[in-house]
């Protein structure tokens, strides 16, 4: 390293500037090859002030272009802040190079923006002394936006007004200083004499016409509306403030505050609000209106306390618009501030707005769009690599219902037709995911061990023979209970597993004995509907198609639980005529020999008997649920024990798969929500998360629901985690759509529930308030309606109670539809300040105007 390079790198100013001194141009660009090498190989040391400064007089000293010094000087390692830039202009005008501007303008796009901000008045000094216009860059205007506002080192520098005056970068920079996202934050710093500094100084430049008001005021409006932080937006109000815009300046730029006053947060709403009500009639006063409204509705209790005020004003003024403007202060009804809502109708009164006319419940409607038909399931999967790549793409996580019924099609038709080329590619994913590795060989009744039974299998893996043992011993168990036909036959005594999980292990079992077949034409309970249905003209012709070959006995009986309800005696002829006992299935189901509707009873539950010894989680359990028991219709034997349910008490074993029986009975929706309702009664007493999923699934279902649907769509609306609350809400809006929704009966159980203290009330809010802005506004009113009388009848009501009579009480006015709701009127008359009271009262009145 030569004496130059050391002087520069040691920060040596005056030892590099007398080496410069009389060199020739090819002996400085030897130097400046020298200098870039030097700062490359010391990348990770820094360079600050004195070493910086002298850097970059090596660098404009030796170097060949204006590229080349900013790619030195822009490195991370060197820091400008504090350097001067005289020394380098000086060094430059020694050299003769012209080209500083152009350093200076390569730096600021090259300099990240909290070194710009350092570095700036190094970059602003290369074009003072160049008299060159600036960059327009974002960073570079933050940079000279805290320079304005810095103070001086011994607060010795002129007045902020005074510099901006003389400030030669103020004319081109001051249109970017409104559009520069973040800048306001830098002129909120100050100069030492307070945060105003910098709008004052701008106010009296405009007042004494060096800069254009027109400018500034459509600078600070177009900020306003393009939105920044709170902190970045306060400065750009305070020169508004200062600038006092006459009332013919707001007129002109009335739009512009109208979606301030409408859309802006709320210290700028406010000051669009006060601009727009002193500049008297400057705004239009259907577009005010329109903005009004939107106001009033905003949750800011003093920007819609002075919009009513405003409003009242102008009905006074204006009686010829009085009736309008009250139309406009009764949207403050729906204002969760019940002293708002109150004065806002009081108003609108005596302005001489008139509620609509009451309507029925058979004439009003929720404004829902139809209901869709169910989509189609997908096609079956077509080949092996398709197969693998589901599979693969599915273990480690829960299995879809759908997903689950694809997989076993796959391997039941490609595990026979093309054994070994399956069986070569999924044994790498099996052992790269451990597939089964964890389980436990002799969990019968467990889903996911049974379908990495099959998977194993069908790799011809070792650990596949206790399955196949297990597989034999369960359906030789199952032979007593055997589903065909579905009636008749001895009773079967009931198992200790949910019937759903006893039918499709069972069934998991028959597929694991089918893949020792060849060309196996599929599984005849391959559903056709995303719910698990099957059209019956479908599994008819899947039995044509088997011919003679016997059906699997488990395969036709889930095929046929996932039919629709009703009689089709053309189709059930030709099922006859195929004259196979499978086809006599069918064609007996289609006149109408099928699965029957059980009696539902609700039954309240506790907990299960503490355990001997410690039992640390007894005391968590919930100590009541509200349930459905299941009892077949008399003279019908449950041979598959679907429709006999007895709820076991809280705490007991749940199967945790419940979101995926829907499909078992696609056509029975009260049957299923009967056997699923402990897991989503747990999601809203006991907090597990997930198990409200099944909700849209079921909705989404046919077959009448009952008092099972009910409960568990009002356990779902308070379940613990907001999924599963998302999941029953859209529960409510597809059953709402369909008109299969029992909103009274959904909101019985609610509010009983909630008086019992089994739910959480509060959570339930929010759903609701979701349903209703989605539509359903008549469904949550009639819910409400039902669910209230419980929670106002309790000794203490529950919390959430005031915002439920809140709700309905939007509800009833939005309706127009008067449901009596009992022991409304005693808590009205209670009388006092309670904010209980008060939306109680607010309702009534709703219901009596």
């Known amino acids: 390293m030569t004496g130059f390079a050391e002087a520069a790198v040691r920060g040596r100013m005056s030892e590099v500037r007398s080496v410069l001194a009389g060199l020739d141009e090819p002996a400085r660009r030897a130097l400046g090859d020298e200098l870039v090498a030097v700062v490359r190989r010391r990348r990770d040391d820094w360079w600050w002030r004195g070493e ?87 960073d570079f205007v933050r940079g000279w936006a805290t320079a304005q506002g810095s103070p001086g080192p011994r607060g010795n520098r002129p007045p902020t007004v005074d510099r901006l005056r003389a400030d030669p970068f103020l004319d081109p920079l001051l249109p970017r200083l409104f559009e520069v996202d973040g800048v306001g934050a830098e002129l909120a710093r100050g100069d030492g004499t307070g945060t105003e500094a910098l709008p004052r100084a701008l106010a009296a430049l405009a007042a004494e016409g060096r800069l254009d008001r027109a400018v500034l005021l459509n600078g600070v409006l177009g900020r306003l509306l393009r939105g920044d932080r709170p902190g970045a937006l306060r400065p750009f109000l305070i020169l508004h403030d200062l600038l006092a815009p006459t009332p013919d300046e707001v007129a002109v730029r009335s739009s512009a505050y109208l979606r301030l006053l409408a859309d802006g947060p709320g210290p700028v709403a406010r000051t669009a609000q006060r601009t727009l009500r002193d500049a008297g009639d400057a705004a239009e006063p259907e577009a005010l209106w329109e903005a009004a409204r939107t106001v009033l509705a905003r949750p800011e209790k003093a920007l819609v306390r002075a919009q009513v005020s405003w409003l009242d004003r102008l009905a006074r003024q204006h009686p010829d618009q009085a009736p309008e403007i009250g139309a406009v202060l009764a949207v403050a009804a729906d204002h969760p501030d019940a002293g708002l809502r109150e004065r806002a109708l009081t108003l609108a009164r005596r302005h001489g707005h008139r509620p609509v006319a009451v309507a029925t419940v058979a004439e009003a409607r929720d404004d829902l769009p139809p209901p869709l038909p169910a989509a189609a399931a997908p096609p079956p999967i077509a080949g092996v690599d398709e197969l693998v790549e589901e599979i693969a793409a599915s273990l480690g996580r829960r299995w879809p219902a759908l997903t689950t019924e694809r997989v076993m099609d796959g391997l039941v038709r490609l595990g026979t037709a093309d054994r070994e080329r399956l069986a070569a590619a999924l044994l790498p994913v099996v052992r790269r995911e451990q597939v089964g590795a964890y389980d436990h060989p002799w969990a019968v009744f467990n889903q996911s061990v049974q379908m990495h039974g099959l998977l194993l299998a069908v790799c011809g893996a070792p650990e596949a023979a206790t399955r196949r043992d297990q597989w034999s011993t369960l359906l030789a168990d199952s032979r007593p209970r055997a589903p065909l036909p579905l009636r008749g036959g001895p009773p079967v005594p009931a198992t200790r597993r949910p019937a759903p999980v006893q039918l499709a292990c069972t069934r998991l079992a028959e597929i694991g004995q089918r893949l020792d077949g060849r060309d196996d034409p599929g599984l005849l309970s391959a559903p056709t509907s995303v719910t698990g249905a099957i059209e019956p003209v479908v599994l008819y012709e899947r039995l044509a198609a088997l011919g003679d070959r016997p059906a699997w006995r488990w395969d036709l009986a889930q095929a046929l639980l996932r039919l629709p309800a009703g009689v089709d005696e053309p189709l059930a002829e030709r099922a006859a005529a195929l004259r196979t006992p499978a086809g006599d299935e069918l064609a007996r189901w289609l006149r109408g020999d099928a699965v029957p509707t059980p009696a539902q009873q609700v039954v309240t539950v506790g907990r299960r008997a503490r355990s001997a010894g410690y039992d640390w989680g007894y005391d968590q359990l919930p100590e009541g649920r509200t349930l459905v028991a299941l009892t077949p219709p008399d003279g019908v034997e449950d041979r598959l024990g679907l429709l006999t349910l007895k709820p076991t008490p809280i705490g007991r074993w749940t199967d945790g798969w419940g979101d995926v029986w829907p499909a078992v009975l696609p056509g029975h929706r009260g049957v299923v929500a009967a056997h699923v309702l402990p897991e989503v009664a747990g999601a809203a007493q006991e907090d597990t998360l997930g198990h409200g999923a099944v909700l849209p699934v079921l909705a989404e279902c046919t077959g009448a629901g009952g008092p099972a649907l009910d409960l568990a769509l009002a356990y779902g609306l308070c379940a613990r985690h907001e999924a599963d609350r998302v999941a029953a809400l859209d529960a409510v809006l597809i059953l709402a759509a369909a008109g299969d929704l029992d909103a009274p009966a959904t909101g019985g159980h609610l509010g009983a529930l909630a008086a019992d203290g089994q739910v959480t009330l509060t959570r339930a809010v929010t759903p609701l308030r979701d349903a209703v802005a989605a539509g359903a506004r008549l469904s949550v009113w009639r819910l409400l309606a039902a669910a209230l009388p419980p929670l106002l009848a309790a000794p203490t009501p529950p919390r959430g109670t005031p915002d439920l009579l809140a709700l309905a009480a939007e509800t009833a006015t939005a309706t127009g539809v008067r449901i009596e709701v009992p022991g409304l009127a005693d808590v009205v008359a209670r009388g006092g300040g309670s904010r209980l009271v008060a939306e109680a009262r607010r309702l009534a009145v709703a219901l009596t105007a």
């Open 52 to 138: 910086a400064a002298t850097l970059a007089v090596a660098a404009v000293g030796t170097l060949s272009t204006p590229t080349k010094v900013a790619a030195l000087l822009g490195r991370r390692s060197v820091w400008l802040a504090g350097v001067d830039a005289a020394p380098v202009v000086d060094t430059a005008r020694e050299r003769g190079v012209t080209w500083l501007a152009d350093v200076a303008h390569k730096l600021a796009d090259r300099l990240p923006r909290d070194r710009m901000v350092a570095g700036w008045p190094f970059v602003a000094g290369l074009l003072l002394a160049e008299k060159a216009p600036p960059p327009t860059g974002d």
